[in-house]
């Protein structure tokens, strides 16, 4: 079922005039006439046209977003006219400087050489540039940015498709420069592929789930030799290393639909029926009961930013992070209706436990890390202290001399009898971001980055976790990933994408300073390294071993956190405040304590 068509059913009233059928056919197939028969397609567009069976029968034709949307909703025009709708059609984008497409050629089978590198006048510059010539063209309109662009990769795997989180900074960024139409774009043709049949081995996950990347493919159509049609193929996992599906890809589509209505004050693409009806998918496939004790979401191994086995299946802080913001996120844009009730109830009451729950048990510092260590085991009771039983010679000795005594960090991951102590710099940058973490505790985060800058900082910014995993903890957490070797990629890697999440963590508790400190160390050296994914080394001394060069979110991050940098107010768009209603409950129910019962019975 189909977003079109489950908004049929989820919202009375609505649709009144227009059935499934008289929406469906305002879906059009786009032709390109190739005419100039010298043309030859390239390696990557010759391999998107013999791939043609994993396309199956659920893929889009070319169709405008601006069409589906122009529908009625009772007596009135339900979706105001869409932002700029007269510099959508960009003609034919085979004209010389025009982006690659997502198969890596044009949007038609006409191959492009690779773009060439002019000296720009400063690196900021150049990244713009980068920038530009990664976007991605569906029907002549930009829809994301891929997510590396080095002309010199002959093979880029998968590299050459929008993935969700990559565009996050790249949507961002152009945010912040005033082009709202890629992002637009970008969450209405994303949201479309949420409503796709995904399965794998005959089991197919639950309805809300959005892909990991997706792909603008060129393809031969029936019947005729000389005309063309363009597709968007999506990855919902079942093509990606390990198979997992990516549960942050929805949280940061949230995230990102709020800043691109907070920013351009177009909102009314989060008031379309089918932009909310894809919302409370993703909200009701987080928010659905299960066997779980704890408020955080549960979670296979990679499925985030870190999408190889790396020990962080459970509850990692990433996702609660992004749960928690994404909820925030939606519950100011839903709209007030009686058949939303039941849902921002849910809501608000997860956003509450959610917050106590990491607030509570997740910190560390010092004087909770010596709680920790005197920590008695087995308590069978209401009023246990050690309630996850904790074992305290789980503390590592790296641990015991890395705590500062000023500052603290939550940690990555917490089940029973296990505490992950490493320090993961996204989950704890989004934290603040959000209001996940309290006033105090965010300032400690920060204050334990400063204190710790040569570890987490050092020559390139900034460590994805720490320590690295090593000698035997390596290979069995890993199962002796080759890639995630310590110090290397996920394993203590050092990423520059990460500088953005910092600038306005930084920003958001009135310490740009601190970011500007790290801007500048990037700045001395990563346009000169080609922009790499991410760094090596304790010290990131080397490029990655296997790190794509022209990456585009460590362009994209770069660009944000200097534009952020230099207008602090635009953080804004990006960063939730401290919710009053979720303080209030929070300090009732530390007053209130346990309810003690009178009399208790063992059935």
Known sequence: MGIAEVALHTMPGAFTTHSPASILSLRAVARRRNKNTDSVPNTRALQGLLRIPRLRSVRRL?????????????????????????????????????????????????????????????????????????????????????????PNDSDPVNYDQVFI????????????????????????????????????????????????????RTIPLDGD???????????????????????????????????????????SVQERIDVQTGMK????????????MFPTLLVTDGSCMIDRRMGIHGHPLEIQALFYSALLCAREMLAQEDGSADLIRALNNRLIALSFHIREYYWLDMQKLNEIYRYKTEEYSYDAVNKFNIYPDQISPWLVEWIPPKGGYFIGNLQPAHMDFRFFSLGNLWSIVSSLATTHQSHAILDLIESKWSDLVAEMPLKICYPALENQEWKIITGSDPKNTPWSYHNGGSWPTLLWQLTVACIKMNRPELAAKAIEVAERRIATDKWPEYYDTKRARFIGKQARLYQTWSIAGFLVAKLLIEKPDAARI??????????????????????????????
């Open 62 to 150: 070319c169709q405008r977003i601006d069409d589906i949307a122009r529908v009625t909703e009772g007596n009135g025009t339900w979706v105001k006219e869409a932002m700029n709708n007269a510099g959508q059609v960009l003609g034919d984008i085979s004209v010389p400087g025009q982006a690659v497409g997502g198969n890596g050629s044009l949007n038609g089978s006409v191959a492009k050489p690779p773009p060439q590198r002019r000296k720009s006048s400063s690196v900021e510059d150049e990244a713009w540039e980068l920038l530009q010539e990664s976007m991605v063209y569906y029907c002549g309109s930009p829809v994301g940015t891929i997510a590396a662009n080095d």
């Open 225 to 267: 030799e000389d005309a063309t049609e363009e597709v968007l193929d999506p990855d919902f996992g079942e093509a990606a290393i390990g198979r997992v599906a990516p549960v942050d890809s929805g949280l940061w589509w949230i995230i990102l639909l709020r800043a691109y209505g907070k920013c351009s004050g177009d909102l």
């Open 165 to 216: 989180r990559d565009f996050i900074p790249s949507g961002i960024a152009f945010l912040l420069k005033g082009e709202y139409e890629i992002v637009r774009n970008f969450i209405l043709h994303t949201l479309q592929l949420q409503s796709w049949e995904k399965t794998m081995d005959c089991h197919s996950p639950g309805q809300g789930l959005m892909p990991a990347s997706f792909k603008v």
């Open 281 to 292: 998918m993703i909200l009701k496939l987080c928010l659905a009961d299960g066997f779980d």
């Open 574 to 603: 990006l960063w939730n405040d401290e919710d009053a209603e979720i303080l209030n409950a929070l300090s009732t129910n530390r007053k209130r304590g346990k309810k003690v019962l009178k009399k208790t019975y063992i059935v």
